[in-house]
């Protein structure tokens, strides 16, 4: 067994962070594929306050919160580094990985779950948030400048589920012309070998979300008529 094992699920975009970065590193690692309708008793014991994935276990000692694992990541193996030299820079690209957590899934979410007036609230708060990535993506291939990087990793949940959720609801948030970077983006981070090869199969992403999607739409009539 390696020293360093992975609990995920097949399908957590937050999982896949902590999947590209270790590979982008070279660092060997066991994958626990865990049923998040029935977590196994060792998630909980290495994840009891949020009981979530992903969760990196090393040496025997856990990390949880998919950012702060990737932090972790940087600072244990400084090989193929994903954050710059320059402190700014560094405390740059933390903030766009935070500001992806913050402000862009949240708006993206609600327009995946939602239909009418809550989804039009959505894609305005989104395609608020998702300006300010255009802009930051001036001039660079990526993020992370000519190579992908730390918020590359942590908003590479939009090159990939965002796309799913974009035919699951037939809106498209990151259309071309009005985004013309991010498009650009969305196509160049999965070219990169490692990302692609760890790239959840699209069918069954559809499938799922698709699943999300009715589910939320049956809850909120229910309590619409109540
Ligand atoms: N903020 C967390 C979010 C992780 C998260 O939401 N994981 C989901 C899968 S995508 C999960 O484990 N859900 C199980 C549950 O909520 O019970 C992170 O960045 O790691």
């Excluded at 940087?74 to 992806?100: I, M, S, V, Y």
């Excluded at 974009?166 to 498009?183: H, K, Q, R």
């Amino acid at each position: 067994m390696a020293e360093v094992k992975l609990f995920r699920s097949w399908s957590s975009s937050f999982a896949l962070r902590i999947v590209w970065a270790l590979k982008l590193k070279g660092v060997p690692y066991d994958t626990i594929f865990e049923d998040l309708s029935s977590k196994s008793s060792l998630l909980l014991q290495y994840n009891p306050i949020h009981k979530k994935v992903p969760v990196l276990v090393h040496n025997g000692k856990s990390i949880v919160e998919s950012l702060v694992i990737l932090e972790y990541i940087e600072e244990t193996w400084k090989q193929n580094p994903l954050l710059p030299e320059d402190p700014h820079d560094r405390a740059t690209a933390r903030f766009w990985a935070q500001f992806g957590d913050d402000k862009v899934f949240p708006p993206v979410l609600d327009v995946l779950r939602n239909e009418g007036k809550e989804q039009e609230e959505g894609i305005v708060k989104a395609k608020e948030s998702l300006k300010y990535l255009e802009e930051e993506l001036k001039g660079k291939k990526f993020f992370g400048g000519e190579k992908i990087g730390f918020a590359d990793i942590a908003l590479g949940w939009l090159a990939h589920h965002e796309n799913v959720f974009e035919e699951v609801t037939g809106i498209t948030l990151i259309a071309e012309d009005e985004f013309p970077l991010l498009s650009e983006w969305r196509k160049t981070f999965p070219d990169a070998p490692v990302i692609k090869e760890n790239w959840p199969p699209r069918d069954k992403l559809v499938t799922k979300f698709q699943a999300i999607r009715e589910q939320a739409l049956v809850q909120k009539l229910k309590m619409a008529e109540k």
